[in-house]
């Protein structure tokens, strides 16, 4: 009976802990640190900013959870540290969770102004079509780009500046959502998907080399201090980085760069709304 109990409290933990790394917490702290900033700068402290941040979470952990269930085949090949590769969490289960917190924050999301709503409803739409449809690369890209701008008019009122700061953390994304699929492309096989046209490597590295030059229109049009500078500098440094990279087909490093480019642009962007 003692057996049993402990079984079932390692399953159960087992369990919680394959939940927390299907979730991607550093990508659903980077979606709800956005909408947190922004929220907070349009709407101050109030139940609005708070079950904005609040339907967000749910929203970007229902994705990374429907995204891993929808590809476990492709993950068996490329990704077999994943928790349901390793079966610390059965497909099924991971696609229960996913609907039930996709419900849970669009339920959430309602209560917001309609606008808001309406966003966070083509956001769903959009997300879900990224994971389930057969897309093409360059048409899932601007899918996920689209997806990552949407949140900024979601948390704030979409004057000028905040669709511009929509833009230079979305635009990277074009680059590497194209990236990935060259990466993924042996798994995609497997779910019928075909890989990227090697042209598609040259659309990536220009995506970088584009949003390199986007960080700049705040500065040009006025709207930002020069507390803006120096992060963005750093941001400009890692596109064309990002850029050599995957023309020299180094997508591996891609990640990393992104990840640098990624925390300095946000830095920028906080730096800015606060």
Request: charged share 15%.
């Amino acid at each position: 009976m003692l057996r049993q109990l402990r079984s079932k409290s390692s399953s159960g933990i087992g369990t919680l802990k394959a939940s927390l790394r299907l979730a991607r917490l550093r990508h659903t702290a980077q979606v709800v640190g956005i909408v947190a900033v922004m929220s907070g700068s349009s709407h101050g402290f109030s139940s609005q900013t708070v079950i904005a941040i609040s339907s967000a979470f749910l929203a970007s952990i229902a994705i990374f959870f429907l995204d891993d269930a929808r590809d476990f085949e492709s993950d068996r090949i490329i990704h077999l540290d994943r928790p349901i590769p390793e079966g610390l969490i059965t497909a099924r289960q991971a696609y229960l969770i996913g609907v039930a917190l996709m419900l849970g924050g669009t339920l959430l999301a309602s209560a917001l102004f309609p606008y808001q709503f309406a966003i966070f409803l083509a956001l769903m739409a959009a997300a879900t079509a990224v994971v389930f449809l057969r897309l093409p690369s360059a048409l899932r890209a601007l899918l996920t780009a689209s997806i990552i701008w949407a949140l900024f008019p979601f948390s704030a009122f979409p004057d000028l500046k905040t669709v511009l700061f929509g833009l230079i953390v979305a635009f990277p994304h074009v680059g590497g959502s194209i990236t990935k699929d060259f990466l993924h492309s042996a798994g995609d096989k497997i779910q019928g998907l075909k890989p990227p046209p090697e042209w598609m490597n040259y659309v990536a590295a220009f995506a970088f080399i584009i949003s390199g030059l986007v960080i700049w229109l705040p500065v040009l049009l006025g709207l930002v201090t020069w507390l803006y500078i120096p992060p963005i500098l750093l941001t400009k440094i890692a596109c064309i980085t990002l850029a050599v990279n995957v023309l020299k087909r180094n997508y591996e490093r891609v990640y990393t760069y992104g990840r640098i480019g990624m925390l300095f642009a946000l830095t920028a962007v906080l730096i800015e709304q606060v």
